[in-house]
């Protein structure tokens, strides 16, 4: 039996069956590139979902993280430590946040978002002498994505990851993305959050239109509704700014944070606004073993800092007119694709619905390009920020062979 073979029979065996896995099994990176076991070498287009921001085997974050590990790998939330206050301060920074909690995973920073609006809601009902066992509603999106734990999928508006698993939690309503009228529409004195990624990510590369996103921001001053903005996936650089909100001159109330975060260290967080810190979370509301420990605090702090000094965001930015021309030529050309869509290194090219994009990501990563789907007809392209003009040509040339 070949290693790979070896591999996946023993994850199959032990593992728990919820993912289709690729019958690849990944040894080691170096730069934009993956290797296999069996030594065939990769270009990554999909950085473990957008985590890998710095691509592989970068000398600084190795030499950070071993620094840490010798000298302190874990302790408890009960006492301070350098990098979670270091992580903090950079990440309030970047973000324009005021206060910052660190969690394990995107969904957790989900849940931590969520149940701040709620106890903001909670603390303003009571200073208004109002009945506060009243359930607070929270409107969310048609086609978003905020992940799988029960609170998370809760605001998740895709049926099919959903339904085994009612009830969730209460009050939730969906919107369509990028349809104000339908958000006013679900609007009551009840409403404590409006959520959604500025750039929906699973499902199918939706960037917010600038009227919308900039509509649902004034409705939420009008009518003191909380804005959660889920940038785990589009944000950290992607977008040609930190965060993708900052190319709309908005700011959320609350802001979710995950996957390029540490590095590839799994580290999130959700950052609140000072009105949001001053009237919700209290000590005994909310805490976590594990999050912010001093391992992925400085992974948070080494990620955020060399992005700052390589000016990772400015690089999106500059290249990605170029990136978007090549995806442009092949959408052109190619009567399977219907169009590009995306910001900066956050791109999906959408299928015609008789090409499956699972199909196609499958074929690319036999011709050595790792790529991702979204929904069930978009091919969608998350590489290292790293990237460079060739690595997009190289890229581009598979992904037209493929999809001619
Ligand atoms: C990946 C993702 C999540 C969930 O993050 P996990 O770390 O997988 O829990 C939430 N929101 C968005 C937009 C994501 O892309």
Do not use: W
């Not at 896995?21 to 999909?46: H, Q």
């Not at 940038?231 to 390029?260: H, N, V, W």
């Amino acid at each position: 039996m070949g290693k790979t073979a070896k591999i996946m029979e023993k994850s199959e065996k032990n593992l728990l069956h919820v993912y289709n896995r690729f019958p690849v099994a990944f040894d080691y990176g170096k730069g934009v590139y993956l290797y296999d076991v069996e030594g065939n070498k990769y270009l990554d287009f999909a950085s473990g979902i957008g985590v890998n921001a710095f691509g592989y085997g970068d000398k600084e974050i190795e030499k950070a993280l071993k620094d840490q590990v010798k000298s302190l790998t874990h302790i408890s939330n009960l006492f301070y430590t350098k990098p979670l206050a270091d992580a903090a301060a950079l990440f309030n920074e970047i973000s324009g946040m005021d206060k910052v909690f660190f969690t394990n995973s995107g969904a957790e920073a989900i849940d931590g978002a969520l149940k701040t609006a709620k106890k903001y809601a909670y603390l303003k009902r009571q200073k208004a002498g109002k009945d506060t066992s009243a359930p607070e509603e929270i409107i969310a999106m048609n086609s978003s994505f905020h992940g799988r734990t029960v609170g998370s999928l809760a605001v998740t508006g895709n049926d099919h990851y959903r339904e085994p698993f009612y009830p969730l939690m209460d009050g939730v309503k969906f919107a369509d993305f990028n349809d104000f009228a339908s958000v006013q529409s679900l609007v009551t004195e009840n409403t404590c959050a409006i959520i959604m990624e500025t750039i929906q990510g699973e499902g199918g590369i939706i960037p917010a239109d600038k009227d919308f996103l900039l509509n649902v921001r004034k409705l939420c001053d009008e009518k003191d509704i909380l804005l959660i903005v889920d940038e785990i996936q589009c944000g950290m650089g992607r977008s040609g700014k930190f965060f993708a909100f900052q190319k709309y001159g908005i700011q959320p109330d609350i802001l979710t944070s995950a996957k390029a975060l540490g590095a590839g260290v799994p580290i999130g967080a959700f950052g609140v606004n000072k009105k949001v810190a001053e009237n919700s979370l209290v000590p005994g509301d909310h805490g976590s073993t594990f999050g912010g420990n001093p391992l992925a605090a400085r992974a948070a702090v080494t990620s955020i800092s060399i992005m700052k000094e390589r000016k990772l965001p400015q690089h999106v930015e500059e290249l990605t007119p170029y990136f978007e021309k090549k995806l442009d030529e092949i959408a052109d050309s190619s009567s399977n694709v219907i169009e590009r869509r995306g910001m900066g290194f956050m791109q999906g090219l959408v299928l015609k619905d008789s090409v499956k994009a699972g199909g196609v990501v499958n074929k690319l990563l036999m011709k050595g390009l790792v790529t991702l789907s979204a929904e069930h007809n978009v091919l969608r392209l998350l590489p290292p920020l790293v990237i460079e003009k060739k690595d997009i040509d190289k890229a581009c040339k598979l992904i037209a062979k493929v999809i001619k």
